[in-house]
Structures are given as C-alpha cells and as structure tokens.
C-alpha cells in the first residue's frame, strides 16, 4: 500500500524524528508526496556514522512495524548532490565525487562507479556515476523534485490543512514574527 502523507506526518511525530536526528538535516526528496510511490525516500545530510546508521535502522523498523510505510534512507555528507538537479532535469548527469551511503550494499552497476564499499557496522559508500534508469524515466514524464526539509514539509501540510490558522494570530509563530517586525521597523527608524 502506498505510504499517506497523514500517516507518516503522525509517525514522525510519534517517534520523536525531529529531536532523535536533530544532529543531521533531513529532506524528502523523490516522487512522495509528488508521485505515486511505494516508499519515502529520505536524505540524511552528515557524516555516516555508525550513530546515524543504528538510529536510521531504528526508525525503519519503527515505521515499517507500526504503518507497513517502506523508508528507504540516502546518506550525503554535504547537500552537493543537490546542485546537480537543474542538469538532471535536462538529461544525463556526471555525478563523479558525489559519494552516497546506505544501510544496505545494492547491486547496480549502472549508477555506481565503483563495487559499495563497506565503511562501518551499518554503511556502505557508494560511488555515483550518473542517473539510473527509473530516474532517466522519471525525467521523460515529470521532473525531478527539489528537496524539502522534513520540518518545513510537516509545517506546510499543516498550514495546508488549516487555513484558519495559519498567517493569523492563532499561528504559534505569531508572537515570534510581530516581535521581529517591530525590531525590525525601529532599526529602519533609526537608520533614516
């Protein structure tokens, strides 16, 4: 079954994400919630530590256990990856010094430049080379997302579902704002 927006928001919170992988920037980035998909791609930026790799398995199985959701992790030290986008959605890509870690060592030749390489207890590296064959074809029928930090992507659904909410005074970042709008109009003052 195919993973529901509302359904992983509630496992995230359930879970604790936000604070347990506070260490790491995490995106979604791939066809959920965009596309129809079997699994939730998401990109953990950071070093590969085996600390991440114990958390990353943990909350796998917490997902898969409590919802049947697939999470299928991708581990960057930087968010270089992320710059190749614009020539991804015009063709090919050499993705040469771009080096991807994963909890599980595949079998694709095609995208890998090099056999995985095991680096600790959890990681594998794997050496890109291009865009494989699912995202050539993703590419011919739509584009290929920008990431959006989970924390941004949980407060936009949420914004989404509750239009009385949000950008009024109800909103919790209400007070943060106005207070910020004030500084920010008597500095204009001053500096006339």
């Known amino acids: 079954m195919p993973p529901k927006i509302d359904t992983f928001i509630e496992c995230l919170k359930d879970y604790n994400f936000l604070t347990i992988f506070d260490k790491w920037e995490t995106y979604l980035w791939s066809n959920f919630p965009y596309n129809y998909t079997w699994d939730i791609d998401i990109i953990f930026i950071g070093e590969p530590s085996e600390e991440l790799g114990e958390k990353i398995i ?32 015009k063709g090919d890509v050499d993705l040469k010094n771009i080096f991807k870690y994963k909890t599980k060592e595949l079998n694709s030749p095609r995208i890998y430049r090099d056999e995985p390489r095991k680096i600790n207890k959890y990681f594998w590296e794997f050496n890109l ?10 590419h011919s029928k739509a584009n290929i997302h920008y990431p959006i ?14 239009p009385d909410i949000y950008n009024t005074d109800k909103d919790i970042s209400y007070e943060k704002y106005k207070k910020l709008n004030r500084q920010f109009r008597k500095q204009i003052y001053v500096n006339r």
């Open 58 to 89: 943990d909350f796998q199985k917490y997902v898969k256990t409590r919802t049947n959701m697939k999470i299928d992790e991708q581990v960057f030290k930087d968010t270089k990856v992320f710059s190749y986008i614009p020539e991804m959605n």
């Open 129 to 138: 080379l291009g865009l494989n064959e699912k995202c050539k074809f993703r």
């Open 149 to 162: 930090l989970i924390e941004d992507f949980i407060k936009l659904v949420f914004n989404i579902k509750n």
